[in-house]
Each structure stands twice: as structure tokens, then as C-alpha cells.
Nanobody, 127 residues
């Protein structure tokens, strides 16, 4: 089992940047594929970015491609999301997610594929 804790959210003007971090408990962080999702009230949780256990493979939603970068540091049990060129439509609660992998697995992009979730961190972008 793994517990996830996000940080780094806040209020920023359009065009600005934020860096979200997610720290995982436990000693087997490299056994998990990781991802970021986001959600606004009344909407479904949507995929933002995903990364494989070793960081070799990444995937982004079209809406954030070229602006957001996901990365991980297995030695520090941390996955990060660097968000540049923020837009008002990026406003949401951002969630970190983890899925225990089998050998050879890459990344996953669906909410239903993840087993563990953080509590979320709010990102608000003003125009």
C-alpha cells in the first residue's frame, strides 16, 4: 500500500508557472506507475500526465502537451508536474495517482487503472 501527498498548488496569473509535487510513502516507489489527474466541481476527473516506473515513458493530455512536464525521482519517492504557460482553463484540483505495476508495464491514462490517490491540491489561474 502507498500513501500520496500532493503540494505546490496555488493562485497564479495566466502565463505563469507552478510546480506540483507528490511524495509517496513506502519503500517500493519504483514499483508504481504514476500520473496526475485534475477535476473541477461537477466534472469528471480527467487525465493530465502519466509516467512509467523508471521515467522512460511519459504521456500527456493534448490540452497540456508542450506546457506541462511530468518527472519522477525514485530515490526521493517523488513525482512532479512542472506547469508552464498556465491558462485559466487549467484551474482545477490536481490529484496524484499510483498504480502497482507488473514487469514490462508502462504508463496508464484512465482513472479506473489507478489504485491509490492523494487528497489533491488546488490550482487557480486568473486571467
Amino acid at each position: 500500500q502507498v500513501q500520496l501527498a500532493e503540494s505546490g498548488g496555488g493562485l497564479v496569473q495566466a502565463g505563469g508557472s507552478l510546480r506540483l509535487s507528490c511524495v509517496a510513502s513506502g519503500r517500493t516507489f519504483s514499483s508504481y506507475a504514476m500520473a496526475w489527474f485534475r477535476q473541477n466541481p461537477g466534472n469528471e476527473r480527467e487525465f493530465v500526465a502519466a509516467i512509467s516506473w523508471n521515467g522512460d515513458s511519459t504521456k500527456y493530455a493534448d490540452s497540456v502537451k508542450g506546457r506541462f512536464t511530468i518527472s519522477r525521482d525514485n530515490a526521493k519517492n517523488t513525482v512532479s508536474l512542472q506547469m508552464n504557460g498556465l491558462k485559466p482553463e487549467d484551474t482545477a484540483v490536481y490529484y496524484c495517482a499510483a498504480r502497482r505495476i507488473a514487469y514490462g508495464d508502462g504508463y496508464f491514462v484512465s482513472v479506473s487503472e489507478y489504485d491509490y490517490w492523494g487528497q489533491g491540491t488546488q490550482v487557480a489561474v486568473t486571467s
